[in-house]
C-alpha cells in the first residue's frame, strides 16, 4: 500500500484491458469524451489510443488497448496490449469483465492480479448477462479478489461515475494480489524456491514484476521473460534453476506448461461458480434464436447474399434522389453560373468550370452512394451481424488455406481498403496474417464505384448493377485464389482453426452508426478535397501544356489540341501497351492518374471525355465498347488500390511486401483484363 | 406448452408452408424471367408476370432464401424441433419485412428522384412498384412475423 500526492497523479496512466469485445473503446470513449472505434464484434481496435480523463481537479492519461484472453500474445494486436500492460506498467489497470462471458473474463483478471498490477475491475454488460438469465454478485467478487468491482452498462453510462472514482482512489491507494492462485504444494515449493533465487540473483527484474510472478512465467516457459532473464549478468545461473525445477517437478506434473493455465482456469471457474446466480430458468436466447438460421450450414450462406445485396440496393437505388439533386447542382448550376461569370479571363473560366469543377464533380456526385453504403455497413457491424460472415464463409476460406478470420479484411475492404490491411493483426498466425493483408486491396473498395457506375451506366446500361455486382465478386474470388496461391508458395504453413467469438446481437445505437457513417463519409469527402483536387489540377495542367509548349484552354475544347498535350502522350503510350484491350488513350491517361486513388480515375475521365462534347456519357459510350468497358473495370478493380493502402502494407508488413502488393496486383490486373477480352472474343462478344 | 402457444405455433407453421411455397415459385419465376432476357433479349420469348415479377438476379436470391427459411420451419416443425422451427419463422419472416421495406424506400426514392430531374411520375409506375412481388409477400409476412412475436411471449417468456 502506497499514497501518492495530487502532483504525481498527472504523469500516471490509466490502462483499460478486457477480452475482445467488452466494451473497452466505448467506456474509454465515455470516460474520456474521446471517439475511439466502437463496434460489436471482437478486434475493433488494433491500435492502442491515447485519451485524457478529468477526475475532480486530476486529469489522467487513459489507454484504449485492443482485447486480449490472456497475457501470452498470439497475434499483433495481442501484442499491443500485452507490451502495454507488461513493460509500460500503467499506474492502474482497468481490467472489463463481461457479465455475459464471465469465465473467460475471470481468466484474464487473474493474469494481471498475478502481474501484482494495480487492478479496478469493471463487470459491463450486466444487462446481457441479466438478459441470458443471470446475475454476478459484484460484493462477493470484491471481497474474493481483494481489489475494487464496479458495475457497469457502458451503453446506457451506467456505472461510469463510480468507476472514475474507484480509479482514483486506486491511485492513490495501491493494492494487488499476487498470489491468487494456488499452484499446489510440489509447484508452490519450487516458486518458492526461484523466487528467493530471483530476488538474489536478478533484483532489478524484481523491482519492475513480483517475483512470484516472474518465477511462474519461467515455469512457464514464457519466451518473453526467458529472454529478459537470460540477458541478466547471472542469467544461465538462473535458467539453469529453472531447468533443475522443471525436472524435479517432471515426475509429478506431465505438461507443466498447461498445468499452470489450466491451474488458473480452475480458480476462475471456482470463483465464478461463487459468484454467480442464475435469477431466471435458462431461457432461449435471441442471440441463440437467430444464430441458428443465420449460421445454418445450408440457409447461412443464401442469407449472408441476400443481405449483402439489400446492402446495395439500399446504397445504390435509395440514395438516387440525393445523386441526382448533386449532379443538378455542381455540373449544371455551378458550371454554367461559373461560364456565365463577368469579367474573369476566359482561361480562369475554363480551368475552374472544366478542369475543378468538373474533376470533383464527377466523383462528388457519388458520395450519397457511398454514405448509404457507410449506413447500412455500420448497422450490419452494430447488431453484431460482421463476425457470422466470418463465421459462414470459413469452410470455405479453409479449402483455400486461408482462416475463416480474413473474412473481415475483405468485408471491411469494401468500404476501405486501408483499414481493412489494418484488420488483419487480429489473425494470430504470421504467414496467414501476412496473406490476408495483401490480398485485402483485391475487395473492391468504394472509390471503384464511381468507375464502375460511370462506365457500366454508359455501356453496359440494363445490366449495370448485375455487372457492378460481378466485379465485387471477382475482387472475392480473385482474392481467394491469390491467397491459395500465395499459401501454396511464399506463405506456406498449417492453417489454424477458427477461434472468434460471437458476440450477442445488440440493437445498434444511433449515434454510433451516425458517427461512423459521418466519420468515414468525411474521410471520402477528405480526399475528394485534397488528391482529387491537386490531381484535377495536375489533370488540367497537363492538359493544357504538351511538349510543344503552352497549348491554352482551347486544349479542353477541341479533342486535336488536347491530344497533343502531356495527357496525350501519357494516354497514348499507355494505350500502346494496353493495344488488346482495345481501350481509347483518354481512358489509358485516367489509369495512370488514378494509379494514386481510384477517385482520380472519374476525375480524369470526368475533364478528359469532356472536352468539346455535350456529356462525357456519350463520349465514354462511343470509346468502349460492353466487352472492352468490362476488361477496364477488372483491371481498375484489380490494379494498385490507392497509394495509401501500399503505404499502410508497408506500414504492417515492411517495403518488401508493399512491392510485392504493387507489383502482383499490376500483373494480375493486366493478366485478367486480357483474359476478359480474349474469352470475350472467342465467344463472339464485342 | 399451453394450448394457445401450440395453437398459434402450427396456424404460423401452415402460414408458413404457404408463404413459403409462393416464395420460392416467384424465386424461379425471377430467375426464368433473367434467363430469358440474358438469352433471348430480343423479346422472343415473353416471360411470366414480367411487371410484377421482373427477371433480377439478386432479387431471385433473396426470394429463394426467404422461402427456403419459411419452408425450414415447417421442415424443423414436423421434426419436433420447436426451437428451431421458431427460429427460422422469425428470421425467414424479419428477412421478408426487411425486403418489403427496402422495395418501398426504393419507390419512394425514384418518385423523389422524378420529381428532381422532371420526369412525369405514372400512378402505374408506383403501383406496380408497390405491387412488386417481394413487396406483395412482405405484407403477408408482417402476419407470420406478428405469430411468431406472439408465440415467443407464450413460450419463451412466460416463465
Ligand atoms: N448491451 C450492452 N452493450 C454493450 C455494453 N458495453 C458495450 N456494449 C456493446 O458492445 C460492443 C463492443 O464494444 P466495444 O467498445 O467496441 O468493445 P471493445 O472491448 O473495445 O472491443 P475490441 O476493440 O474489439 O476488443 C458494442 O456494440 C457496444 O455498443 C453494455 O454494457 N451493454
Ligand atoms: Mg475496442
Redesign the interface.
Known amino acids: 500500500m502506497s499514497v501518492v500526492s495530487d502532483i504525481k497523479l498527472k504523469r500516471m496512466k490509466v490502462a483499460l484491458a478486457g477480452i475482445p469485445n467488452v466494451g473497452k473503446s466505448l467506456i474509454f470513449n465515455q470516460l474520456t469524451g474521446g471517439r475511439a472505434w466502437v463496434g460489436n464484434w471482437p478486434g475493433v481496435t488494433v491500435e492502442k489510443k491515447v485519451g485524457k480523463i478529468r477526475i475532480g481537479d486530476n486529469e489522467l492519461e487513459v489507454v484504449d488497448l485492443p482485447g486480449i484472453y490472456s497475457l501470452t500474445a498470439y497475434s499483433v494486436d495481442e501484442l499491443i496490449a500485452r507490451n502495454f500492460i507488461v513493460e509500460e506498467r500503467p499506474n492502474v489497470v482497468v481490467c472489463i469483465l463481461n457479465a455475459a462471458n464471465f469465465e473467460r473474463s475471470l481468466y484474464l483478471a487473474i493474469s494481471l492480479l498475478e502481474l501484482g498490477a494495480n487492478v479496478v475491475l469493471d463487470l459491463n454488460m450486466i444487462d446481457i448477462a441479466e438478459n441470458e438469465g443471470y446475475e454476478v454478485d459484484y460484493v462477493r467478487l470484491q471481497s474474493i479478489l481483494k481489489v475494487p468491482v464496479v458495475p457497469t452498462i457502458a451503453t446506457k453510462g451506467y456505472g461510469i461515475d463510480e468507476l472514475k472514482k474507484a480509479i482514483l482512489s486506486a491511485m492513490k491507494e495501491r493494492r494487488t494480489y499476487v498470489g491468487i492462485v494456488d499452484y499446489g504444494a510440489d509447484v508452490e515449493r519450487e516458486i518458492r524456491r526461484l523466487k528467493s533465487l530471483l530476488e538474489e540473483l536478478a533484483p532489478g527484474l524484481c523491482r519492475k514484476y513480483p517475483s512470484r510472478w516472474i518465477a511462474v512465467k519461467l515455469l512457464e516457459g514464457d519466451e518473453d521473460i526467458l529472454s529478459k532473464v537470460s540477458k541478466l549478468p547471472h542469467g544461465s545461473r538462473m535458467l539453469e534453476e529453472v531447468e533443475r525445477s522443471k525436472r524435479s517437478l517432471r515426475r509429478r506434473v506431465e505438461d507443466l506448461e498447461s498445468y499452470i493455465t489450466e491451474c488458473r482456469y480452475r480458480k476462475a471457474l471456482e470463483i465464478a461458480q461463487q459468484v454467480l446466480k442464475r435469477i431466471?430458468?435458462p431461457?432461449?436466447t435471441l442471440t441463440d434464436?437467430?444464430d441458428?438460421?443465420?449460421t445454418?450450414k445450408?440457409?447461412g450462406m443464401?442469407?449472408a447474399?441476400?443481405i449483402m445485396?439489400?446492402l446495395?440496393?439500399?446504397s445504390f437505388?435509395?440514395?438516387?434522389?440525393l445523386v441526382?439533386?448533386i449532379d443538378?447542382v455542381m455540373n449544371h448550376w455551378l458550371h454554367d453560373w461559373l461560364l456565365s461569370l463577368p469579367g474573369l479571363p476566359e482561361s480562369l473560366k475554363s480551368f475552374l468550370a472544366d478542369g475543378i469543377l468538373a474533376g470533383i464533380g464527377s466523383v462528388l456526385v457519388f458520395l450519397p452512394v457511398i454514405a448509404f453504403f457507410f449506413l447500412g455497413f455500420a448497422l450490419l457491424e452494430d447488431v453484431g451481424y460482421m463476425a457470422r460472415i466470418a463465421f459462414i464463409v470459413d469452410k470455405i476460406f479453409h479449402s483455400f488455406h486461408l482462416p475463416g478470420k480474413a473474412a473481415i479484411p475483405l468485408v471491411i475492404g469494401f468500404g476501405c481498403n486501408v483499414p481493412a490491411v489494418m484488420a488483419a493483426r487480429t489473425i494470430e498466425d504470421e504467414n496467414e496474417r501476412k496473406v490476408a493483408a495483401l490480398i485485402a486491396p483485391l475487395s473492391s473498395c468504394n472509390a471503384r464505384l464511381p468507375v464502375y457506375m460511370v462506365i457500366a451506366g454508359a455501356v453496359l446500361r440494363a445490366y449495370a448493377?448485375?455487372v457492378i455486382?460481378s466485379l465485387y465478386a471477382l475482387g472475392i474470388l480473385l482474392a481467394l485464389i491469390v491467397g491459395w496461391l500465395f499459401r501454396k508458395t511464399i506463405f506456406k504453413g498449417p492453417s489454424t482453426g477458427f477461434i472468434l467469438e460471437l458476440p450477442p446481437y445488440l440493437s445498434p445505437k444511433l449515434s454510433n452508426v451516425v458517427f461512423k457513417t459521418w466519420e468515414r463519409t468525411k474521410r471520402f469527402l477528405f480526399k475528394a478535397g485534397t488528391v482529387i483536387l491537386l490531381g484535377v489540377i495536375v489533370v488540367w495542367l497537363l492538359s493544357v501544356s504538351g511538349p510543344g509548349g503552352y497549348l491554352g484552354p482551347k486544349a479542353l475544347e477541341a479533342p486535336e489540341v488536347l491530344e497533343r498535350g502531356w495527357v496525350g502522350v501519357i494516354g497514348h503510350v499507355l494505350a500502346w501497351a494496353f493495344a488488346p484491350m482495345k481501350w481509347d488513350w483518354r481512358a489509358c491517361a485516367a489509369l495512370f492518374f488514378g494509379f494514386i486513388a481510384k477517385e482520380t480515375v472519374v476525375g480524369t475521365m470526368g475533364i478528359l471525355y469532356g472536352v468539346g462534347e455535350e456529356r462525357v456519357t456519350e463520349a465514354i459510350m462511343r470509346s468502349f465498347t460492353p466487352l472492352t468497358g468490362y476488361a477496364y473495370m477488372a483491371f481498375v478493380l484489380i490494379y494498385v488500390p490507392c497509394l495509401a493502402t501500399i503505404a499502410m502494407i508497408r506500414n504492417e508488413l515492411g517495403l518488401k511486401y508493399s512491392l510485392l502488393a504493387l507489383i502482383y496486383e499490376v500483373i494480375l490486373a493486366y493478366f485478367v483484363a486480357l483474359s476478359i477480352v480474349g474469352i470475350g472474343h472467342l465467344m463472339g462478344i464485342r | 406448452m399451453s394450448n394457445e402457444g401450440s395453437r398459434i405455433l402450427s396456424v404460423a407453421i401452415s402460414t408458413s408452408l404457404i408463404i413459403g411455397i409462393a416464395y420460392i415459385t416467384s424465386g424461379l419465376i425471377s430467375l426464368y424471367n433473367w434467363s430469358v432476357m440474358i438469352l433471348a433479349p430480343e423479346g422472343m420469348v415473353k416471360g411470366i408476370l414480367r411487371k410484377y415479377i421482373p427477371g433480377?438476379?439478386?432479387m431471385a436470391?433473396?426470394l429463394?432464401?426467404?422461402g427456403?427459411?419459411l419452408l425450414?420451419a415447417v421442415y424443423y416443425k414436423l421434426r419436433q424441433s420447436i426451437?428451431?422451427s421458431?427460429?427460422?419463422l422469425?428470421?425467414?419472416s424479419t428477412?421478408a419485412i426487411?425486403?418489403m421495406s427496402?422495395q418501398l424506400?426504393?419507390v419512394l426514392?425514384?418518385t423523389?428522384?422524378s420529381l428532381?430531374?422532371g420526369d412525369t411520375i405514372t400512378v402505374e409506375g408506383v403501383q406496380l412498384g408497390v405491387l412488386r412481388i417481394d413487396s406483395l409477400l412482405g405484407y403477408v409476412a408482417i402476419l407470420l412475423f406478428i405469430m411468431s412475436l406472439r408465440f415467443y411471449d407464450k413460450r419463451?417468456?412466460a416463465?
Open positions: 431466471k430458468t431461457e432461449v434464436l437467430l441458428f438460421v443465420l445454418h445450408v440457409l443464401p442469407i447474399l441476400s445485396y439489400l446495395f440496393r439500399f437505388e435509395v440514395s438516387a434522389p441526382d439533386t443538378i448493377g448485375a455486382l | 433480377d438476379l439478386g436470391l433473396i429463394l432464401s426467404i427456403l427459411t425450414a426451437t428451431k421458431f427460429s427460422c422469425t428470421v425467414g428477412l426487411i425486403t427496402m424506400l426504393t426514392a425514384s423523389i428522384d428532381i430531374i419463451f417468456r416463465k
